[in-house]
């Protein structure tokens, strides 16, 4: 998602990108070790897909650096990791009730925190940093630094629809779990196809169905496969828009979209890149490129509403591709 980058672009900081790991997909703590300078200020994890992040090793690579952890759990409302909940595992955690999510209001989300500083800090950014020169908490005035505010507040009506929506997330989260399971078992009998690993301790919340494709096995590009197979399939019922919710790759790298590849946010001369060479060559995540461009099949079609007779279709073409793959060579 974009605005986990931009996110640091809205108070001035420059987004450096660390790589992902092969198996799980979430930052690798080893890409992220090196890319810390004595100029980092945080390190933003996303649990990519509903898997938690690798928090014992980053979270020490924080507390080492003396950097802020912030969790983006847009993807992963009730996933654990350790019996902690994703979202609780940093100093920050950020859900989001977009519409396509576990669970929405149509708008809107929800910041957790146990740092009473921090809370306050994100009151005062919601609604306009109105009261920032009576902060509860806030006594140092070093500390008002960054302290514009934005409209972010909820409406009552988005703020009742998601506490009843809440209620709901146990009993979705089990369904996306159960189905996941089904496909996972089935479509690993498809030998070109890998199934989702999940990190030991955890439990997944699968916005999406992750799975790789193995190219040497199939003898073809992956794209070429999953086309073949999306022709199988009909549109989802109010969905149509997004044809067969079905994907090769994810979201392109984001370093290689043309915000980061010329260098300018605010104003002619591009701040804050102006304060910094950094640079977003192609090549900089080898690991995320190849996954985007070779290796990565995600779909939605775990996702509650989805019958046992509507999965055995999604997977009997997947049986059929692989079966008549010599047509597609």
């Known amino acids: 998602m974009s605005a986990s980058a931009t996110a640091a672009l809205v ?8 790589d992902i790991e092969e198996e799980y997909y979430c930052l690798d703590p080893r890409s992220i070790e090196s890319k810390i300078t004595p100029r980092t200020k945080a390190i933003i994890v996303v649990d990519i897909f509903g898997q938690p992040y690798d928090r014992d090793a980053i979270n020490a690579i924080a507390a080492k650096h003396n950097l802020y952890l912030i969790e983006d759990t847009a993807q992963a409302p009730g996933a654990m990791l350790g019996g902690q909940y994703a979202g609780t595992l940093g100093d920050i955690g950020v859900y ?16 957790v925190t146990d740092d009473d500083a921090l809370a306050e800090k994100l009151r005062l950014i919601r609604n306009h940093a109105e009261a920032v020169l009576s902060a509860k908490g806030i006594s140092d005035k070093s500390e008002l630094v960054n302290m514009v505010g934005f409209n972010y507040r909820m409406t009552e009506i988005e703020a009742a629809i998601a506490r009843e929506q809440l209620k709901k997330l146990p009993t979705l989260l089990a369904q996306r779990l159960e189905n996941t399971a089904y496909l ?5 009998q498809v030998p070109c196809i890998l199934p989702t690993k999940i990190r030991e301790g955890a439990k997944h919340a699968f916005y999406v169905h992750p799975l790789q494709f193995d190219a040497e096995i199939a ?6 496969f999953i086309d073949a197979i999306k022709a199988e399939l009909p ?22 979209q043309p915000l980061y590849q010329e260098k300018i946010a605010f104003g002619r001369d591009g701040f804050p890149f102006t304060l910094s060479d950094v640079t977003y060559p192609k090549g900089l995540c080898p690991v995320t490129e190849t996954m985007h461009y070779e290796r990565l099949v995600t779909h939605e079609f775990m996702r509650p509403g989805m019958s046992r007779s509507d999965m055995d279709d999604v997977i009997h073409a997947f049986e059929k591709v692989w079966e008549n793959r010599d047509e597609l060579l």
């Open 11 to 18: 108070y001035g900081a420059i987004p450096i990108f660390a």
């Open 96 to 111: 989001s009730l977009n519409y396509h999510k576990h669970i929405h209001s149509g708008e809107g989300g929800i910041i």
């Open 184 to 188: 996972n078992e089935k479509l690993a």
């Open 219 to 224: 003898q073809m590009h992956r794209n070429r």
């Open 235 to 256: 549109p989802t019922l109010l969905r149509e828009e997004s044809t067969v919710l079905l994907s090769y790759g994810y979201v392109k790298p984001l370093y290689l």
